[in-house]
């Protein structure tokens, strides 16, 4: 049993933020544990529920998040600071876009939970930053049935569920990425950076 906020959890459902559903934060604390790792990238802070429960949970060294919306930053800030993790966990307001492109930071594991259209565009970037046997655990995979095709796609999301394709065809056939897709959640992709 993990330890995680659950007034966090609370407020994301009654003020609509989308967090992490129970078994894909088990599942993302289990990866991170089994995989010893200490440097971590999130991509999509949104109010750090998250970020909390990697820290809480694991004895990864340093956490970095990105989140482009102002507000939510705002109070991921003000939820680090009340656990007391602010050593821990960096925080940084922006696109996740920019943040990728102009790190210089390297990662043993990637958290993303960003935009899942840009996925694909991420990338090859995040193959830059992500040291060898290093982790991308991608999650919403399957968006809810829409990839899947269980349940029709749509008209707002058909940009978002290409690009989730073309991310699945991507992780799955390129060399020096090992994937495997869980049926975790809503459809989690791990790929091992090998080479
Ligand atoms: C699913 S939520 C993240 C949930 C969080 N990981 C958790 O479980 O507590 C996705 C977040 O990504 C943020 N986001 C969307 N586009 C972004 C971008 N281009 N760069 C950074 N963050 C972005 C959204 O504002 C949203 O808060």
Same mark, same amino acid.
């Given at each position: 049993?993990?330890?995680?906020?659950?007034?966090?959890?609370? &407020?994301? $459902? =009654?003020?609509?933020?989308?967090?992490?559903?129970?078994?894909?934060?088990?599942?993302?604390?289990k990866? %991170? @544990?089994?995989?010893?790792?200490?440097?971590?990238?999130?991509?999509?802070?949104?109010?750090?529920?998250s970020?909390?429960?990697?820290?809480?949970?694991?004895?990864?060294?340093?956490?970095?998040?990105?989140?482009?919306?102002?507000?939510?930053?705002?109070?991921?800030?003000?939820?680090v600071?009340?656990?007391?993790?602010?050593?821990?966990?960096?925080?940084?307001?922006?696109?996740?876009?920019e &943040?990728? $492109? =102009?790190?210089?930071?390297?990662?043993?594991?990637?958290?993303?939970?960003?935009?899942?259209?840009?996925? %694909? @565009?991420?990338?090859?970037?995040?193959?830059?930053?992500?040291?060898?046997?290093?982790?991308?655990?991608?999650?919403?995979?399957?968006?809810?049935?829409?990839?899947?095709?269980?349940?029709?796609?749509?008209k707002?999301?058909?940009?978002?569920?290409?690009?989730l394709?073309r991310?699945?065809?991507?992780?799955?056939?390129?060399?020096?990425?090992?994937?495997?897709?869980?049926?975790?959640?809503?459809?989690?992709?791990?790929?091992?950076?090998?080479?």
């Open positions: 049993m993990i330890n995680i906020d659950n007034d966090l959890k609370e &407020y994301g $459902k =009654n003020h609509k933020v989308p967090i992490s559903l129970d078994d894909t934060l088990d599942f993302l604390i990866t %991170i @544990n089994d995989s010893n790792s200490k440097y971590i990238l999130e991509i999509g802070t949104a109010i750090g529920y970020s909390i429960a990697m820290a809480e949970n694991t004895d990864c060294i340093r956490i970095d998040s990105v989140e482009i919306d102002q507000s939510r930053y705002r109070l991921a800030k003000d939820n600071a009340k656990h007391n993790l602010l050593n821990r966990i960096s925080l940084y307001n922006g696109d996740a876009l &943040y990728i $492109k =102009n790190t210089n930071k390297t990662y043993d594991f990637i958290y993303l939970d960003g935009p899942k259209g840009q996925y %694909i @565009n991420y990338l090859p970037h995040l193959m830059k930053i992500l040291k060898i046997n290093g982790i991308i655990f991608a999650d919403n995979l399957y968006f809810h049935g829409m990839v899947t095709g269980s349940i029709p796609v749509s707002g999301c058909r940009a978002m569920i290409k690009g394709h991310y699945i065809d991507e992780i799955n056939s390129n060399p020096n990425l090992d994937t495997k897709i869980y049926d975790i959640g809503d459809g989690i992709g791990i790929s091992k950076r090998i080479k």
